[in-house]
């Protein structure tokens, strides 16, 4: 009698092929999945950039289009990232073949491992491209680099686990739909409010602020607790 084969694979091998696979389900249509939101960004750009050119200076010596372009490119991160997860759980359940990856002996680990992975991937591409399309209109400085990716990858990894948890959870194209709604919305209503405290000891410590909306206590306004009292970039340089 013959001896039995035994076939060893590597426990990373089913991770591995569910990520290649999700990879490939938004590269082989980059035009779509990642030069579309580079282009929608680009636009955005242009239109808001140089029509409020010299109007509008958000901080002392930062241009508007160099305080939106980090704006637009963490836009863009966020959205695919949930959009990858979200669609590609989607469109395996409403064709059908979402049992072929359900049968094979993946962990609950592989799966969340390798769908989290391939929208974080694909969430910091989108930025990456958004960013690199744009660099060349305006005047960016990336005084803390490893900040910036730091929050591309915790951000696209948040979003990338509620598109994984909307794909579970949705069972028609409407509900997602509705969600990704709701989530544009919410990263596009923005507001700018300017503040000037009226004490000028500027000592460097924290000092909090609240801010609501007179006469409508139902509404919440997000904005940061609280700043250092450090002195404005103006004091700084006539000193």
């Known amino acids: 009698m013959g001896t039995p084969i035994t076939h060893h694979s590597s426990p990373i091998t089913g991770f591995y092929t569910l990520f290649y696979k999700e990879w490939l389900r938004f590269w082989k249509v980059s035009v779509q999945t990642i030069l579309a939101p580079v282009l929608t960004a ?67 680990r592989e799966f969340f491992a390798a769908y989290l992975l391939a929208a974080v991937a694909r969430g910091l591409v989108v930025g990456a491209g958004v960013f690199v399309a744009t660099v060349w209109f ?14 591309a990858v915790l951000g696209s990894g948040v979003m990338g686990v509620l598109g994984i948890i909307a794909g579970i959870h949705s069972d028609k194209v409407d509900e997602l739909e509705g969600v990704y709604r709701e989530i544009a919305a919410e990263l596009k209503s923005q507001y700018y409010i300017s503040y000037e405290p009226s004490a000028t000891d500027w000592d460097g410590r924290w000092r909090k602020i609240e801010v609501r909306v007179k006469g409508r206590d139902e509404l919440i306004a997000r904005t940061r607790t609280g700043y250092y009292a450090f002195p404005p970039a103006s004091e700084t340089q006539q000193r």
């Not at 409020?52 to 991160?77: C, D, K």
């Not at 059908?96 to 993946?106: K, W």
């Not at 305006?138 to 929050?151: A, K, M, S, T, Y």
């Open 42 to 108: 680009l636009l955005f750009l242009v239109v808001f950039a140089y029509s409020l050119r010299g109007r509008i200076e958000v901080f002392p010596g930062v241009e508007y289009g160099a305080f939106l372009v980090p704006g637009l490119a963490m836009m863009s991160v966020l959205q695919n990232a949930f959009a990858n997860s979200s669609s590609s759980l989607m469109q395996s359940k409403m064709t059908g073949n979402i049992v072929f990856v359900l049968l094979p002996p993946f962990s609950h």
């Open 138 to 151: 305006v005047d960016l400085r990336l005084e803390h680099p490893l900040w910036v990716i730091g929050f």
